[in-house]
């Protein structure tokens, strides 16, 4: 456990808090005027390796050698200049910080970070932080890196979870949630749609299936599993050449077939590590998919038909009806589908560059 405290004077600034990954979803835009929940649970925080947030830098003012020794291997729209290491909690597990007025950049629906830092230390008045919560953002609180310090909190240190601790603890992300936008006239307005965190969590992902596929076609599992990626693999995908395979695998999952070129395997939320076989199939690309996403998909949580009476008979787990279904395909996100694909090396293939550079004509045909 840790805590933040103030660069400036030592101030505390944070509740204790323990160390996750960074969400696939940390800078996911979502829609218009939508309301989305905080991002991060209370208790935790993750830190952002790649700098993030103002200063700006277009493309077009940055060279391409510095942006490759960065990690960016295609054009972007622009190139943050911003600290690296940036931190991120939940508002809620702030203490010592007031905000500052004359950086209420977004006004949206709220603030957006805009002007940079827009939280000072209560104590000596040093930016600090920046609050988040204007419409279709993941409402946060992101640390500056350059003006807080970490400090253990107590001595003990806990070890992550296994995969097993995991699997028996873990919670699915469910793939429908319902949508809110911000109160009107009319009240609040709210439908049931994909999950915003799955269409993150699948924009990385098939920025993944993409590099993994060497430009021949990929097959993956029926069921949820297609529902979410197979319509983009077959439009963006070259039709002929022998398909590529991707399974489900993953603890508790029986082992992956020798003959799997992919396997669509769950990062640990700690760690950040990413479950890999052992054996031959060691060998196939791993693409990454958020523990609770993985999990859903490789044990969805059942429904019953029919809500049941009386006492709870063996082996039931709910008697609610199941979620509504989104009138609309699933689309990723394009916004976690660029930044992942031009991290990638393969990003360099003029067959991968060219469906970077046509992304807003297949956001246009609902791809994304």
């Known amino acids: 456990m840790f805590v933040f405290v103030c660069m400036g004077c030592g101030a505390r600034l944070t509740t204790p808090l323990s160390q996750v990954t960074l969400p696939v979803h940390a800078h996911q835009k979502y829609g218009n005027g939508i309301q989305l929940p905080v991002l ?22 940055t ?20 600290a690296p290491g940036a931190i991120v909690i939940a508002p809620g597990d702030t203490r010592g ?51 807080v310090r970490r400090c253990p909190a107590d001595d003990a240190e806990a070890a992550p979870l296994s995969w097993a601790e995991l699997k028996a603890r873990g919670k699915g992300t469910p793939p429908f949630e319902p949508i809110a936008t911000w109160g009107s006239r009319l009240g609040p307005n709210h439908w049931w749609s994909w999950s915003p965190q799955w269409e993150a969590a699948a924009g990385r992902a098939l920025a993944h299936l993409l590099a993994a596929s060497e430009g021949r076609p990929v097959t993956v599992p029926s069921g949820l599993i297609a529902e979410v990626f197979q319509r983009a693999l077959d439009a963006l995908l070259p039709a002929g050449p022998p398909a590529r395979r991707a399974v ?18 769950p990062a640990h939320p700690q760690t950040g590590e990413t479950w890999a076989p052992a054996g031959p199939a060691a060998s196939a690309y791993p693409v990454p998919l958020p523990f609770g996403v993985w999990l859903w998909l490789a044990f969805p949580e059942p429904h019953l038909p029919v809500p049941a009476s009386g006492g709870m008979p063996d082996g039931v787990l709910r008697d609610n009806p199941p979620a509504p279904r989104p009138p609309h395909l699933f689309r990723a996100d394009s916004g976690t589908f660029q930044h992942t694909l031009v991290r990638l090396p393969a990003v360099r293939s003029p067959w991968l560059r060219e469906i970077l550079e046509h992304l807003t004509q297949h956001m246009r045909a609902r791809l994304f």
């Open 248 to 265: 489900l695998a993953g603890p508790g999952r029986p082992a992956p077939d020798t003959d799997a070129d992919i396997l669509l395997v």
């Open 40 to 61: 991060m649970e209370s208790g935790t925080f993750a830190v952002d390796p790649e700098p993030w947030g103002p200063p700006w830098r277009t493309w077009e003012e």
């Open 97 to 147: 910080t007031v905000l500052i007025p004359e950086r209420g950049g977004g006004y949206c629906c709220g603030l957006d970070g805009a002007d940079g830092p827009n939280m000072a230390c209560e104590a000596c008045g040093l930016p600090v932080a920046s609050r988040i919560d204007d419409c279709s953002l993941w409402q946060a609180v992101w640390l500056a890196p350059n003006a």
């Open 63 to 82: 060279d391409q050698n510095e942006a490759a020794a960065r990690g960016i291997h295609a054009p972007v729209y622009a190139v943050s200049d911003g």
